[in-house]
């Protein structure tokens, strides 16, 4: 490298500075309606954003006192995009959260409670609201719920009777329905599991598992250990169940995120989420959503998406709460409901709904819901106990010692809690 | 007697043969993903999949477009994302060359007391991953002051954050970087400057004159080595950058990884951020080479 002309790292260094300068954002419009600041995870949800977009824009136009501006962040990277702007103290007014989350945030000082009407909140399904210490912290406009995917022709064929969450398979007529369709020799594995999958869908899909049987990843009634209910017998005989899946090989070790499986009639079963509902139905005119099987302690689902909530930085809170209060109108509800083909958040406008209406059927998905969704541990530890029971399940899956692994998960867990003084 | 000669001669046609054979399997190796990359970001998702476990993976068959493309163009300000990657990379490099040059500079060919420390505590730094410092630095920017200049003239501010400057300011002091240009500067005999401050050169115009000139490999690897992690950033801005207009190209990515995740939009999505580093690597391949090897620098 020659610097030919005199002093030209010095204008370099100017003229960056400059150009520094005059990129940086401007200041906020100090005239006209209060800015009002909301984050979203929606970026590259082309369905989602235009509806949040669309919602938006009839609020501001309802009012003229606050004036909501959208900023739309990908799903992978916005809880730290959350923590970096907690961190400097920079969080906007509204901001949506993962339900599940939603406790740790609250805890951090991140969020303000809400103040919904309160037969608004009554109104409400339970995997919407956000509670957290006996308090609302959020609200989702919407819910997912997770069923076993297959066809009545397969169902019928190998004379396995269809469950209703009335009546949900029993352990035993699960294992039985699992063995006759691998023994058949018609499909590589009788059920997809969706293991490859990694992340949040570990405890999403698979602790309510545990839960069936009567385990649990943490004691809700103290939340301060997770010691016999994550490793008692009930937990064991849902590690050594779980395990069971891939050694008899109902299920592959070798799952891909692609989940092309059931569509391709390599597999018998999926067990899959609301999201995924169209495409089965599109494939198969005969296609069935099914309740999850009862282990013991009654069939469950997970419950809670993602739900909105007001930052405990807003400056003008009753412009959030009256944002969150216009989209909890039905009008809104049904419309999400009908353009991300989720649950809606309350009755009323899932019996609006043109997903949910009387023989389709998608009404499983809403039944499940009603009647077997736990939400995850409203715990501030549950970000460090997700991702202890998914290494946990993990293992157990590849062959690791299921009481070993699952006293592993409870001791990590409970050194966690120890370590923030149980997050009093 | 006849069998040296023949022995010699099979060592001569054998020895090209697996200098290529091996050379050939390298290639391949290293270039297959980016092949696989290439080819699937012109396939629809279900052909991706059929191809998965045959060559066809790497060969441009069935329902070829350039359909993916269109979608991501759709999906996300690809244009801007890149722009804004290219001008936070362009300047952390073009600043960090003068800046740690000239730190390195200070602290090798001029004397002054306590300047072994000051190095060895900038070494030290290094073993510092930067997750452990990342929310420390972010409180730190948002409290920093700023200026910026829009239609009401000069504005002060507290806080880098949602700017250009966050993303630069923070990376263009680089310890290795010093660590680099001091080690190379170390190498070039002090009689050169000892002579030029006799004919009444100042210490910046034996920097400038002297020494940078004779700096051109060090230069090359230090530039490499601070361009590839600003355009491969993604936690610092995800924590300091919430507008999409400031969003750089790798924090884009994540808009594709939706529930229903389009694998041919990724595909094409990384073979588009994938373009512009290779060709920058095709056409200073030698000068990289070169200075890698004499730097003995792994990137």
């Known amino acids: 490298m020659k610097f030919s002309k005199p002093g030209a790292s010095v204008a370099l260094v100017a003229v960056a500075s400059l150009a520094l300068s005059a990129c940086s954002s401007p200041g906020a419009s100090s005239s006209g309606p209060v800015d009002v600041s909301l984050w979203t995870h929606a970026a590259g949800n082309p369905a989602e954003i235009a509806l949040i977009e669309e919602l ?3 609020f501001n136009e309802s009012q003229s006192e606050y004036a909501v501006s959208i900023e739309d962040l990908p799903q992978a990277s916005y809880n730290d995009a959350i923590v970096g702007a907690a961190a400097a103290g920079d969080l906007p007014c509204i901001l949506d959260v993962d339900g599940p989350v939603m406790p740790a945030w609250a805890y951090a000082g991140y969020l303000a409670p809400l103040t919904v009407d309160s037969a608004v909140e009554e109104s409400l399904i339970g995997g919407v609201k956000g509670y957290y210490d006996d308090t609302l912290y959020s609200v989702g406009l919407y819910d997912a719920a997770t069923a076993i995917v297959t066809r009545e022709s397969i169902l019928s064929e190998f004379g396995i009777r269809v469950p209703t969450v009335d009546e949900p398979w029993t352990g035993e007529e699960f294992d039985a329905a699992l063995a006759t369709l691998q023994s058949s020799g018609e499909f590589e594995n009788a059920l997809d599991m969706g293991t490859g999958w990694t992340g949040e869908w570990y405890p999403y899909a698979f602790s309510p598992f545990l839960q069936s049987f009567g385990g649990d990843l943490i004691d809700r009634d103290s939340f301060e250990t997770a010691e016999g209910v994550l490793n008692g017998p009930e937990a064991i005989a849902w590690g050594e169940w779980w395990q069971g899946l891939f050694e008899q090989g109902y299920v592959s070790t070798k799952e891909s995120a692609d989940r092309e499986r059931f569509a391709e009639g390599t597999v018998a079963m999926q067990f899959n989420g609301i999201w995924a509902a169209k495409t089965a139905a599109d494939t198969f005119d005969d296609v069935l959503f099914l309740p999850t099987p009862d282990f013991g302690a009654g069939a469950k689902i997970g419950a809670a998406s993602w739900q909105w909530g007001i930052s405990s930085a807003c400056e003008n809170p009753e412009a959030a709460q009256a944002w969150i209060d216009f989209a909890l109108q039905k009008e809104w509800l049904v419309r999400f409901s009908n353009e991300t083909g989720n649950i809606p958040a309350t009755a009323e406008a899932a019996a609006e709904s043109d997903l949910f209406q009387p023989g389709s059927p998608y009404l499983q998905f809403v039944e499940n819901s009603a009647t077997l969704a ?16 998914e290494k946990a399940a993990a293992d157990i899956m590849n062959g690791a010692d299921v ?3 699952l006293d592993a998960a409870v001791d990590e867990i409970n050194a966690d809690l120890a370590a923030n003084n149980y997050y009093e | 007697m006849t069998l040296r000669p023949l022995g010699a001669l099979h060592r001569r046609l054998w020895l ?9 399997l390298l290639l391949m190796a290293f270039s297959f993903p980016m092949v696989f990359m290439a080819v699937s970001s012109l396939k629809p998702d279900d052909q991706i999949f059929l191809d998965l ?28 994302f ?18 740690n040059s000239l730190a390195g500079f200070a602290l090798t060919r001029v004397r002054w007391r306590g300047q072994t420390v000051v190095l060895g505590l900038l070494i030290a730094t290094l ?3 930067f997750e452990t410092i990342a929310i420390p630095m972010v409180f730190l920017v948002s409290r920093l002051p700023w200026f910026s200049i829009d239609s009401a003239g000069l504005q002060f501010q507290e806080g880098l954050m949602n700017t250009y400057a966050v993303q630069i300011l923070p990376f263009v002091a680089n310890a290795f970087s010093i660590f680099l240009f001091a080690q190379y500067f170390k190498s070039i005999p002090r009689e050169l400057d000892e002579a030029a401050m006799v004919d009444g050169a100042s210490w910046w115009r034996v920097y400038r004159t002297i020494v940078m000139p004779l700096a051109g490999p060090v230069v090359a690897t230090a530039a490499i080595l601070t361009f590839l992690p600003v355009w491969n950033a993604y936690l610092w801005p995800i924590m300091t950058v919430q507008k999409e207009d400031l969003r750089p190209i790798q924090v884009g990515l994540q808009y594709f990884f939706q529930e229903n995740v389009e694998w041919g939009q990724i595909m094409a999505y990384t073979t588009i951020i994938t373009l512009p580093v290779l060709v920058m690597f095709l056409l200073f391949q030698r000068a990289f080479v070169a200075s890698i090897a004499s730097s003995g620098v792994k990137g």
Not at chain 1, 374 to 389: D, G, N, Q, S, W
Not at chain 2, 16 to 24: K, L
Not at chain 2, 83 to 98: I, P
Request: aromatic share 10%; proline share 9%; glycine share 6%.
């Open chain 2, 16 to 24: 090209p043969v697996v200098y290529w054979a091996v050379g050939a």
């Open chain 2, 127 to 129: 073993i510092v991953p």
């Open chain 1, 374 to 389: 736990l939400i995850r541990p409203a715990t501030p530890a549950y970000p460090v106990i997700a991702k202890v029971f």
């Open chain 1, 403 to 405: 009481q070993r692994a």
């Open chain 2, 82 to 99: 890149l722009l804004n990657s290219a001008f936070t990379s362009a300047l952390v490099v073009g600043l960090g060359l003068v800046v």
């Open chain 1, 56 to 58: 938006t824009t009839a």
């Open chain 2, 53 to 80: 476990k045959t060559m066809n993976a790497f060969l441009p068959t069935g329902d070829v477009s350039l359909d993916n493309y269109v979608g991501v163009f759709a999906r996300v300000p690809v244009a801007q």
